[in-house]
């Protein structure tokens, strides 16, 4: 989902106002359970989108699914978000709350794909590299495993990427072959 104006507003709101009230992991462990709900449930991202159901309808919708899994700052926050109907807008604020979050406590994330999954060793190894490159930022890594890379890597870090896997090489190659201006005399 695309971060709005709206959205990144919103989420900079919440996230002063949980430093005020000294209750900023526990809003994030909030938004980060709405948006896991939110991404995981089409029914409920449809219901928050759709203009036929009143906000009345929404609020009780959402206070069922959430009362009691999340604090009263997050429940407020979700009722003036609807109040004011921006419900649709739930998703990317609650997206741009995580990003913000992470600026905040300095947490970079990295991405690395792999024809294989990661060994302990090898995970602290990228983790520590990418920590060292970044000015000694906290780094969360996700893993994904995509075997048509056949070996190697990508790495991405923020909007840099760094590409070592078999396949971008074998393609390289097949690059390099098709452009090759020698012309056989047979």
């Known amino acids: 989902m695309r971060e709005t104006r709206v959205s990144h507003r919103y989420a900079k709101s919440l996230i002063d106002l949980s430093l005020e009230k000294g209750q900023l992991e526990q809003v994030f462990e909030d938004m980060s359970t709405v948006l896991t709900a939110i991404r995981e449930s089409r029914e409920l991202e449809v219901m928050l989108r759709s203009p036929v159901i009143k906000t009345d309808k929404k609020q009780e919708i959402l206070k069922a699914i959430f009362g009691g899994k999340i604090g009263v700052i997050t429940s407020e926050f979700m009722d003036i978000i609807t109040r004011k109907r921006r419900e649709s807008q739930l998703e990317a604020i609650a997206e741009s709350f995580v990003t913000q979050y992470n600026k905040h406590k300095r947490i970079l994330k990295a991405v690395i794909v792999s024809s294989v999954g990661l060994d302990d060793q090898l995970r ?57 201006p020698y012309i056989s005399e047979l």
Not at 169 to 177: H, L, S
């Open 124 to 180: 602290q190894q990228v983790i520590k590299l990418v920590s060292e490159s970044s000015g000694g930022q906290q780094i969360l890594l996700e893993e994904k495993v995509d075997a048509s890379l056949i070996g190697g890597f990508v790495l991405t870090v923020g909007d840099k990427q760094v590409d070592a896997s078999l396949l971008r090489q074998i393609r390289n190659m097949e690059r390099a072959f098709s452009e090759n």
